[in-house]
């Protein structure tokens, strides 16, 4: 029901009008007044689908317009570039379009149907998060969990040898007679230390493990490790992850 007057009517159809034929800001909102109070009265179309005629479009276009509004409104501190975008983003679940939208940001790329799919989760599988709360990409799982493996196996074989050389030492065995015990058990501490790169800490934040295979940051493997992290990213990137 409208409860305006005729003529306050006649000038909102053609502001709303205007709206709907300058962008798509603000073309949504406007369409969906021009539908909903049926202000298409007053731009002497009989109906929404003929108002959307009127301009060249189709009421599936117009339809479609209104829910990418929504889509819109339900992410006030972004904006999607056009429906595409919006058709993508009315996929996702609500509490997880905020997520998207930053892990398509860090990677330096812009909000389009095709990077905003791209960052999608893929649903079923089990969210691997990094070091510092960051969700793992699908695409990089499998080396991620590679590369912990192998760490875990790397520092446990040292770990290994060091309790021999404890155990050896401590009985004084003499088939280790020769060896420089102190100076043996610094090495392979610093060998388990500089070994620990090996593990996964952080996705990389220059590719995101999205664009990996080209990446001279972590080399392809799509993350970095905790030393590699803490010093050699610079801060503001670091900031920008840890938001
Ligand atoms: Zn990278």
């Given amino acids: 029901m409208n409860k305006l007057a005729p003529i306050d009517l006649a000038r909102m159809a053609n502001v709303e009008h205007r709206k709907v034929t300058n962008g798509l800001s603000e073309a949504a909102d ?14 002497g179309c009989s ?3 003929g108002y959307c005629k009127s301009i060249g479009r189709t009421y599936s ?3 479609k317009l209104i829910r990418s509004g929504e889509v819109q409104k339900s992410i006030p501190e972004s904006v999607l570039p056009n429906q595409a975008a919006a058709l993508a983003m009315s996929k996702i679940p ?16 812009k909000l389009t149907a095709q990077s905003i799919k791209s960052a999608v989760p893929l649903p079923n599988r089990v969210q691997i998060k990094d070091g ?13 969990l590679r590369a912990k493996d192998a760490s875990e ?11 021999l050389l404890e155990k050896a030492n401590e009985n004084r065995d003499p088939l280790f007679a020769e060896i420089d015990y102190q100076a043996d058990m610094a090495k392979l501490s610093m060998l388990r230390q500089d070994l620990k790169t090996i593990k996964p800490h952080a996705v990389c934040l220059d590719c995101n493990g999205l664009m990996r295979e080209s990446c001279k940051v972590c080399n ?14 610079p801060q503001n990137k670091k ?5």
């Fill in 30 to 43: 406007a369409l969906e007044n021009i539908k909903e109070k049926e202000l298409w009265r007053w731009l």
């Fill in 47 to 49: 109906s929404f689908s």
């Fill in 61 to 63: 276009w117009g339809y």
């Fill in 94 to 109: 609500l509490p997880q379009r905020k997520q998207v939208i930053q892990s398509v940001m860090d990677s330096g790329e």
């Fill in 132 to 144: 510092t709360g960051f969700p793992v990409p699908q695409e990089i799982a499998a080396t991620w």
């Fill in 153 to 163: 196996e790397i520092a446990e074989s040292i770990s290994k040898v060091m309790k």
């Fill in 220 to 233: 392809g493997r799509g993350f970095i490790s905790q030393f590699f992290y803490e010093y050699k990213i």
């Fill in 239 to 243: 900031d920008i992850r840890e938001g």
